[in-house]
């Protein structure tokens, strides 16, 4: 995996890409000090993922977030967070963060993060899941769900695709897109993730 590591901490980028590096499949191609730098970085290249901190001088990591998928909606982002930024996770997620990690978890997290990234799945720190599912508000009453929805949102939530939901709820993978699409129409939701922080809000997915 290409990664690209954008945070002003130099100490931090060291330590980081010295653990990144002992993995088989992955390389540190990229280093950031700021989100300028990564956009500007962007029009010449294409990180598989990329590790974006919050705080930053010059653009901070919302806005380069936004800036980036904006233009690249498959671009794969893992915010790296610290405590009492928790404002900035609803707006993330809306915007198509692929995972979230606190800078203080164990390198273990990283990598499983990174497995679930690579496979087209999300990761969020449960820590920090919990969190967003506190701070987020309007979320539409559960019971606008039909039985056979809460369930495709259930396989959903469990990183399943489309095809493999098919197959479990003995349905066609049409089917399932149309369920989707349904789920994502009455629960306001606009991608994966905050499928996920709506589900365990309103107690149709429990965090393993």
């Known amino acids: ?19 990144l ?9 990229f280093e950031a000090n700021n989100g300028q730098e990564f956009i500007d970085h962007l029009v010449c290249a294409r990180p598989d993922v990329v590790f974006m901190d ?3 001088p010059q653009m901070d990591g919302v806005q380069a977030t936004e800036l980036a998928l904006a233009a690249n909606p498959e671009l794969k982002i893992i915010i790296l967070s610290m405590y009492g930024e928790k404002e900035y996770y609803s707006k993330l997620v809306d915007i198509g963060v692929c995972g979230f990690l606190l800078k203080s978890c164990d390198f ?9 990234v690579k496979n087209g799945d999300y990761y969020f720190s449960q820590e920090l899941l919990q969190q967003m599912i506190f701070q987020s508000s309007g979320s539409q009453p559960e019971d606008e769900l039909s039985v056979r929805e809460k369930a495709v949102l259930t396989e959903i939530c469990n990183g399943e695709s489309n095809q493999e939901i ?3 709820l003995f349905i066609s993978k049409r089917t399932v897109e149309k369920h989707r699409a349904n789920i994502m129409m009455k629960t306001g939701c606009g991608n994966t993730a905050s499928l996920v922080v709506f589900a365990v809000k309103n107690g149709l997915y429990k965090i393993q």
């Open 108 to 116: 273990k997290e990283v990598e499983m993060a990174l497995e679930a």
């Open 54 to 56: 919050i705080a930053m």
């Open 21 to 29: 590096c002992r993995l088989r499949d992955a390389k540190v191609t």
């Open 1 to 19: 995996m290409n990664i690209w590591l954008v945070d002003d901490h130099q100490l931090f980028r060291a330590g980081f890409k010295t653990l």
């Open 166 to 168: 098919a197959d479990k």
